[in-house]
């Protein structure tokens, strides 16, 4: 049987409780209160953690299309130039990188403020904020977590963008180029070139005041590496034999189909990182949703661009044609990187389709003009990133007048340049190897290596020229 408690000690319990309810009140409500703190800035910590961690990813993602465009060339081209692509992409990257960090980035992005190029302060590090707390500081968290991201993840991030824009330099004038020359140009375009073009624009110079849209690089990357291209291939001039003295072409079809298929897809699967990452947070709702939308777009333009190009690459080349049809994929996907974060998916099936077709015909259009773009570079790039530029007039919300001005002046800018860059360089070095080396290719020629050593070596026979 329980005890009965007494009314009276029940009177004093409560009384009891209610004063030091009453004493510890405030104290229980300033542990709220700091509790409550402490959560946001738990909150402002994952932010700059989510945000700094996805431009780590995205970045390493991109940095996988290096490998994506030196499977695309290696296959592209004979054998016998096929390992000399492979040092150069490699050799690309490297460059890139280097000349990114000594000026690129300071001349992008450094108090740009609606002019036309950054500082031309030297090299890129941490800062003050991230200098502390690597130092075991913890005065300065506050200032690191208003940044929003890790400065060293942006420059990795933008690194990795510039390497994709020489890497559209490389495919096109393959299989002629000396190795250093090629290398000098390179380190200038990432150097000085691209950055100015970046400062106009993501830098927050001229264009971007007027209001220029390049979500991911349409122009700012694409375009830029395909009018670098265009510039190199007329004053390189074509490769022996590839167009004959009647006018005809010879047909050069890629020495390894599956590399160059394997390549695509590379670059397919880098292009995610490319356009996703371009978001440049994921510390909300609204950041996943949008990169989420951007992924889905990028995935059904290079499928339109491939499908569109399947449907006509018979009435351009007279048949199938693989690499076409491959080409056309890429030409959907660079179509589609000026305006990925579309909320209607239609609008991106339709801006790769047309890509893809602009692509298929401006090939042809080069081998009438007898320029000899030898993976296809200029009409994936260039074209297709112009046509996206202007597209996203059309469906993302940019103005046709601000894109134009944007596609012409940059294009005036970039080629301008880079014409005067590679005929300096043709009439103090030359910018061709020799004839005998081309013959017999460049592996050999200059390496001394074969790619594939247990085939016997086929020197060219160029005939009439």
């Known amino acids: 049987m329980a005890a009965t408690v007494p009314a009276s000690a029940k009177l004093a319990t409560t009384v009891l409780l209610a004063l030091a309810a009453l004493f510890l009140l405030p104290s229980a409500a300033g542990a709220f209160q700091a509790s409550e703190a402490a959560a946001e800035g738990i909150g402002d910590e994952t932010q700059f953690v989510l945000n700094t961690f996805s431009l780590l990813i995205w970045g390493a993602l991109v940095m996988w299309m290096c490998a994506g465009f030196t499977m695309l060339e290696a296959g592209s081209v004979r054998s016998k130039n096929a390992s000399m692509i492979c040092l150069k992409n490699v050799g690309l990257y490297s460059v ?231 080409n056309g994929a890429l030409a959907g996907l660079v179509a589609i990187t000026a305006g990925p974060d579309l909320v209607e998916f239609w609008w991106s099936v339709i801006i790769g389709a047309v890509g893809g077709l602009l692509a298929t015909a401006s090939t042809r259009a080069l081998e009438r003009y007898r320029v000899d773009d030898v993976v296809g570079a200029v009409p994936v790039h260039l074209v297709a990133g112009i046509w996206g530029t202007l597209a996203a007039s059309i469906a993302a919300g940019a103005d046709l007048g601000t894109q134009l001005v944007g596609v012409l002046s940059i294009g005036a800018f970039v080629f301008g340049a880079s014409l005067l860059l590679w005929k300096v360089l043709d009439l103090v070095v030359g910018v061709r190897v020799d004839s005998d080396v081309e013959r017999v290719g460049q592996d050999v020629g200059e390496l001394g290596i074969e790619s594939q050593p247990e085939f016997m070596l086929m020197p060219d026979d160029v005939g009439d020229m």
């Open 96 to 326: 890139a990188g280097l000349m990114f960090f000594v000026i690129g980035f300071n001349l992008m992005y450094g108090d740009v403020e609606g002019g036309f190029l950054g500082t031309f302060r030297l090299l890129v590090g941490p800062s003050d904020a991230e200098v502390s707390i690597m130092s075991g500081g913890t005065g300065a968290i506050g200032d690191l977590l208003s940044t929003g991201r890790s400065e060293p993840a942006f420059w990795f991030f933008q690194m990795v963008f510039v390497a994709t824009a020489a890497s559209i330099v490389s495919g096109a004038i393959a299989e002629r180029i000396k190795l250093w020359v090629f290398l000098a140009f390179i380190a200038v375009l990432t150097a000085f070139i691209y950055p100015i073009v970046g400062a106009w624009t993501w830098g927050g110079g001229w264009l971007a005041e007027r209001g220029f849209q390049d979500f991911s690089g349409s122009t700012v990357v694409h375009s830029t590496g395909g009018w670098a291209a265009l510039a190199g291939l007329l004053v390189i001039g074509p490769r022996l034999g590839k167009f004959r003295a009647d006018g005809t072409v010879k047909t050069t079809p890629p020495s390894n189909v599956l590399l160059v298929t394997l390549g695509v897809l590379i670059l397919w699967f880098g292009w995610f990182g490319f356009n996703g990452g371009s978001q440049l947070a994921l510390a909300s709702a609204k950041d996943a949703v949008s990169m989420s939308m951007i992924l889905v777009n990028t995935n059904l333009a290079g499928a339109s661009g491939f499908v569109m190009t399947l449907l006509v690459v018979r009435r351009f080349c007279g048949r199938l044609d693989l690499a076409v049809c491959l």
